[in-house]
C-alpha cells in the first residue's frame, strides 16, 4: 500500500477504559458507540478530525450484525435492504475522537446502474480526501469472498493509501477447516497490508480478533484480550 495513515495529527486521548486481562474482555470501547447522522452526501459529514473507520460490504454480506455485535446492542445499524437508505454513510460516535463509518453496499441485481455509478463516483472521493479515514472493515460472506464489489472496495484501499481488514463473517455456517481454507486462499490474493479473519455474529467468534484490529486503528491500547468471547458468560464487563 502506498500509505497507511493519512494527514492525522495525532492529538486522539488516551481512551480512558483501556484495562484488559489475558483471558477475558475487560472493557469493549465499542460498547458506547451511539448513532449520530446518515449523510446522503459527503458535506452531511462530521468534521474531518480524529479518527474514523468505515465498514464496507455487499448487501447482506452481514455488516449490520457485525457492527450490532461489535456493539453490543441489538439494532445500532438496522437491517435494511431499501435501495434510499444503501445511499447513506451512516456516523456512529465511538467518542468524541473516534467515529465508525457505515458505507452503502451494493449487491443485488435491482439496484439502478445510475445509482451504482453515483455510489462509485462518491465513494472514490471519500477515500481519496477523508483526512481521518484510519481502516476500512470489509465485510465479506465467508461463503462468497471477493466478488466484484469487494474487488474494487480494496483496491480503492490500495490506491488511497487507505488500511483494509477483511471480515470473513458468517462463518458458523462453514465447518472450521472450509472456514480456515477460505481465510488462506483470500489472504493470498489481498493486496499486501490488507489483512483478514472469519467472524461470526451468531457465535460472536472471532469479535476479539476484530476488537484489537480496531484498537490498533483506533490507538486505544490493549495488552491482551480473550480469544474465545463465547466462552466467558458472566465475567464480562464494561
Ligand atoms: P448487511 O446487509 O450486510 O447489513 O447484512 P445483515 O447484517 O443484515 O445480514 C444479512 C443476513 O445474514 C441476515 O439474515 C442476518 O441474520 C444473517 N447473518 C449476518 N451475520 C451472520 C452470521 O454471522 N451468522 C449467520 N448464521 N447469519 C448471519
Redesign the pocket.
Known amino acids: 500500500m502506498a500509505r497507511h495513515y493519512r494527514g492525522f495529527d495525532g492529538h486522539v486521548p488516551a481512551y480512558a477504559g483501556k484495562q484488559m486481562t489475558s483471558r477475558q474482555i475487560i472493557h469493549n470501547p465499542y460498547r458506547q458507540a451511539h448513532y449520530v447522522i446518515s449523510a446522503h452526501d459527503l458535506k452531511q459529514l462530521p468534521q474531518d478530525t480524529g479518527l474514523e473507520v468505515a465498514f464496507a460490504?455487499?448487501?447482506?454480506?452481514?455488516?449490520?450484525?457485525?457492527i450490532n455485535t461489535l456493539t453490543d446492542q441489538k439494532s445500532l445499524?438496522r437491517?435494511s435492504?431499501t435501495p434510499g437508505r444503501t445511499q447513506q454513510i451512516v456516523i456512529f460516535d465511538i467518542d468524541e475522537q473516534r467515529r465508525i463509518a457505515d458505507l452503502p453496499?451494493y449487491g443485488y441485481a435491482k439496484v439502478p446502474e445510475r445509482l451504482k455509478a453515483h455510489w462509485r463516483h462518491v465513494m472514490q472521493i471519500y477515500f481519496n480526501q477523508r483526512t481521518s479515514l484510519r481502516g476500512v472493515v470489509l465485510?465479506m460472506d465467508i461463503r462468497h469472498p471477493l466478488r466484484p464489489f469487494d474487488e474494487q472496495m480494496l483496491s480503492w484501499c490500495e490506491s488511497s493509501g487507505v488500511s483494509c481488514h477483511v471480515l470473513l463473517?458468517?462463518?458458523?455456517?462453514l465447518k472450521r477447516g472450509p472456514a480456515q481454507a477460505t481465510l488462506l486462499k483470500v489472504r493470498k490474493s489481498l493486496p499486501s497490508g490488507a489483512t483478514a479473519q472469519v467472524?461470526?455474529?451468531?457465535?460472536r467468534a472471532g469479535l476479539a480478533d476484530l476488537i484489537l484490529q480496531l484498537n490498533s486503528w483506533y490507538a486505544i491500547e490493549a495488552s491482551a484480550i480473550n480469544e474465545r468471547p463465547e466462552s466467558s458468560k458472566g465475567s464480562k464487563s464494561g
Open positions: 460490504g455487499r448487501s447482506n454480506a452481514g455488516k449490520s450484525s457485525a445499524a437491517t435492504k453496499g465485510v463473517t458468517k462463518a458458523d455456517k467472524f461470526s455474529a451468531k457465535s
